[in-house]
């Protein structure tokens, strides 16, 4: 039994949404949405854009307020304690902003010290971003010559450095190279294997079949299927998958979603 | 948090080339403009000195002289230049600097050292006040303009936002490292201060110490003030582009235009007389409704005879036990006096009703308010003038009726032929000055003390409700 399989069994959720709803005026972007993370379980959202993963999202990183129902960060609600909440979450966007004129070493030094880690040596910052996939010449560079994948490892050595509970990743993959995609896929799955709770949005299949725990099918707002990957095979999955977004184009009455 | 904030914003200007391209100018021209005051108020203090000894050696051996003669000889009142005008001059130069104290009329001061200057120096005189008053606040807006919008263009806001940190702590730790930028210009100041205490003020400015943390507390307001709304400004709009060309603007309107229109309105709306005009009145209604040989000026010389001749109980100004002319010409002085007062009231009336208009544009520049503020504390302003002037004016009426009461008690019958010698001219006073207390200043400037503090106060509130904005936008986003 790995140390992921012992921190999910009987562990109380990282990330948990309870009758989640957000609307933006009349568009209903999330509706009734109760999923659960926990440690060393990864659950990767799959949907069509505006099916509000990047809502859910944004709820768990407090930019957004429920209309109603809870977003939880290790059991503490998100719009209560949106502060104490951040220090357990590591966020990765699909474009990691850097400021152009540090080094990546410096971009990381100051976002550890942002999430209150501002005693680490740069002997330490540099385990971070080896960990993460960089090498010391490449942390000492400034970021404005740094590629995607790259900057990825930064944001990764950002929520190493943080020492996360839980990771939010909004599309990480889009747009990398087959080869950066893979060692992102790899760091993942290391995150998840080391009791990180990891939940991912993603549009791409293939790396949440091989990644995730639990895949939920989002759509307009709404969770419609969640799938077992070791129980169901990845075709089968795909062949849901389509089914429903296929479902959403015919359908007439769609909400538009964030 | 904070800290690191701060320590990311003075790495990130540290490596900008134009901050420090900026940064080095400013303080070379306010180095520049240090030693420039200096050398102004060193060369000033020198001439008024050796002016005040020479004044003083001529009266004193002016040999055998009618009293009255020697009230036309006359003194001359030399306004000292404050040691803190190395900073901040001011109207010095633009004023007048001396007053001939002469008989039966009020001068005003001579010797404007703008009168020797070209155009643009008029305009934009090299100080460190003004340094401060213009570069401070363009060094502030280029070095915040891109603080908020920059980081939301390039997406490190949101990245920032995910860690926790409280948009004040952000608005905090930007303004907190543009100001320490900023401080960097201080050298310049201090520069200027330590040559201000290098100048030989005889006179010296009462409360030099708390004039200048006065002083100081101003400017950091102010600079305050443009480094907060330049925050504000940046959170608020989309790109930083539009920041900069929007706050640009308002520093060339607030910094630049402003005042210079302000100063148009004031004199268009409260003009004063013409130089030329105001002597002319001074002179025609002083002395010729007195000395003049109208109906009017007669019987006023007349009323002064009947006076003296029935205080004194005789029939006859040959009886008289005093000299009549020094009486007479006592009375013609007291008489012009109160023609002073109302000219010089009007004068100065429409100067401060100028400056009050002046004030009022202070609600759209606060570099109106820093001025006045400024110049006030240095003791180079307005009042300050019209304070030296008023002291000028009392002197000369005591030192006349001094003159003119040798004439009368010891003159006789003699009229103009009495005369006085060096050991009469070398018991006569000098005129002493004593600059208006702090506490005399700032009841002036209360109101731009005032202006000043609602322009730091309202630039924190849009800065802060600015960054809180910016926050709310992009969790929207």
Partial sequence: MSLADENTNGRMAMLQTINLRKTFGDVVALEGLNISVKPGETLCLLGANGAGKTTTINLFLGFLEPTSGEALVNGRNVAMAQIETKRDIAYIPEQVALYPSLSGLENLKYFAALAGHDTYSDADLYAFVDRAGLTKDQADRSVAGYSKGMRQKIGVATALAKQAKAFLLDEPLSGLDPCAANEFALLAEELRASGAAILMATHDIFRATELASRIGIMKAGKLVEELDPKAVHSKEIEAIYLNHMRDDQTDPAKGEAA | ?477
């Fill in chain 2, 1 to 477: 948090m904070i800290k690191a904030i701060i320590w990311k914003e003075l790495l990130q200007y540290r490596r900008d080339g134009r901050i420090l391209a900026v940064l080095f100018i400013t303080l070379a021209l306010g180095f520049a403009a240090a030693f420039n005051g200096w050398s102004m108020v060193e060369s000033q203090q020198r001439e008024r000195q050796a002016a005040v000894v020479s004044d003083r050696t001529t009266w004193d051996n002016q040999g055998k002289k009618n009293p009255h003669s020697a009230a036309h000889f006359s003194r001359y009142a030399f306004q000292p230049t404050s040691s803190l005008s190395v900073f901040d001059p001011g109207l010095t130069g633009f004023m007048g600097s001396a007053i001939w104290l002469e008989a039966h009329y009020r001068d005003p001061a001579t010797l404007r050292s703008v009168e020797d200057a070209v155009e643009i120096q008029r305009f934009a005189r090299l100080t460190p006040a003004w340094i401060l008053q213009v570069f401070a606040p363009l060094l502030a807006i280029l070095l915040v303009f891109a603080g908020i919008a920059a980081e939301r263009e390039r997406g490190t806001l949101r990245q920032v936002m995910s860690s926790g940190v409280p948009p004040q702590h952000l608005f905090v730790g930007k303004a907190i490292a543009a100001l320490c930028i900023i401080a960097l210009l201080a050298p310049s100041v201090v520069a200027a201060v330590a040559l201000a205490a290098n100048t030989h003020d005889e006179v010296g400015l009462p409360s030099v110490g708390l004039r200048l943390t006065c002083i100081v507390l101003a400017y950091m307001l102010y600079i305050g003030a443009f480094t907060f709304a330049a925050i504000g400004i940046s959170a608020r709009v989309a790109k930083s582009k539009t920041a900069l060309v929007v706050l640009v603007g308002f520093w060339a309107t607030s910094v630049i235009f402003v005042p210079r229109f302000a100063t148009d309105v004031g004199s268009a709306l409260s003009p004063a007389p013409a130089a030329a005009d105001f002597e002319a009145s001074l002179s025609a209604e002083s002395s010729t409704p007195f000395w003049g040989g109208s109906e009017e000026a007669q019987q006023r010389r007349a009323n002064v005879e009947a006076e003296v001749l029935e205080r004194y109980g005789v029939d006859k100004i040959e009886d008289l036990p005093i000299n009549y002319d020094g009486y007479l010409l006592q009375a013609s002085e007291e008489f012009a006096n109160g023609v002073f007062d109302r000219l010089y009231n009007e004068l100065w009336g429409a100067y401060e009703t100028q400056s009050d208009i002046v004030r009022l544009f202070s609600v759209v520049s606060p570099t109106l308010a820093l001025g006045n503020i400024s110049s006030a504390l240095a003791g180079s302003d307005l009042y300050a003038h019209r304070h030296f002037a008023d002291s000028a004016e009392l002197f000369r009426r005591d030192f006349v009726k001094l003159l003119n009461e040798e004439m009368i008690q010891n003159g006789g019958q003699d009229g103009y032929g009495y005369m006085s010698d060096n050991d009469f001219w070398q018991q006569n006073p000098d005129f002493s000055y004593t600059p208006p207390s702090i506490g005399a200043v700032l009841s002036n400037i209360w109101v731009d003390i005032l202006v000043l503090l609602g322009w730091a106060i309202t630039a924190f509130l849009i800065a802060s409700r600015g960054v809180r904005f910016s926050f709310k936008q992009e969790a929207m986003a």
